[in-house]
């Protein structure tokens, strides 16, 4: 039996499993190639939306829900710090932390839509038909080791920009020598990395759930007839 035989008989046993569990569905059933291009369209769409929205000025410095903080054990040490008058380091360090995120998802495009385009969707109809960021889940399952090792790069290139790494040098030396920290820090480059996805991923689930709430502003045929309910 050939590979996409095997894929249209999963396909199939899905649909008569979700029947059989009460989820409901239209008079038509989605082909899987439907299934399959409407996930790849949606990630698409919001991947490339979650980019814009973040990798610009103050995308994520100016977004309150997605800033991103000083790295632990900097953070819990920021107020003493503050009050023994190294608050404009403190504040310095913290925004080119997130000026660094902004330049680096700003050059993931790419990398976001490659991701989406080489996925093979397993799970078409529980994707489709599951919570408001269940493709985004699935996404980020495929696609967050991968999309760290190859992100890292392009952090490393905006830490350097924004001089980033001497900042929080600077700040980690003053905090050990007045006792607020101490042993080995962790890499502010890792750090950045990790916020940065998180903040994407975050943000690309915000999109899938505008996508689901009115497939039909979106102006996709494929998009309305995939995500319709």
Known sequence: ???????????????????????AFPAWALSESDAAAGVRAALERAGTAAVQLLGRKDGFWGNKALRIGLPPPLDSA???????????????????????AETAVAGSLDLVRGAVRSMTVEDAVAIVRGGETAVTQFFERKTREPLTQRFRPIV????RKHALAEKYNALAQRAAAAGL???????????????????LYR????????????PVATGSALLRRVFGR
């Not at 920021?78 to 660094?100: F, H, P, S, T, W």
Request: proline residues 0%; aromatic residues 2%; charged residues 30%.
């Open 203 to 214: 943000t690309i689930g915000e999109e899938e759930r505008k996508i689901r709430r009115d």
């Open 156 to 159: 490393d290139d905006a830490t």
């Open 78 to 100: 920021a107020q003493v710090m503050k009050a023994m008058g190294q608050g404009r380091r403190v504040d310095e360090l913290e925004l080119a932390i997130n000026r660094a």
């Open 181 to 199: 920290v101490k042993g080995e820090q962790a890499s502010i480059e890792a750090y950045v990395t990790d916020k940065a996805l998180d903040g």
């Open 1 to 23: 039996m050939t590979a996409g035989a095997v894929g249209r008989r999963q396909f199939t046993a899905a649909l008569v499993s979700s029947a059989a569990a009460g989820l």
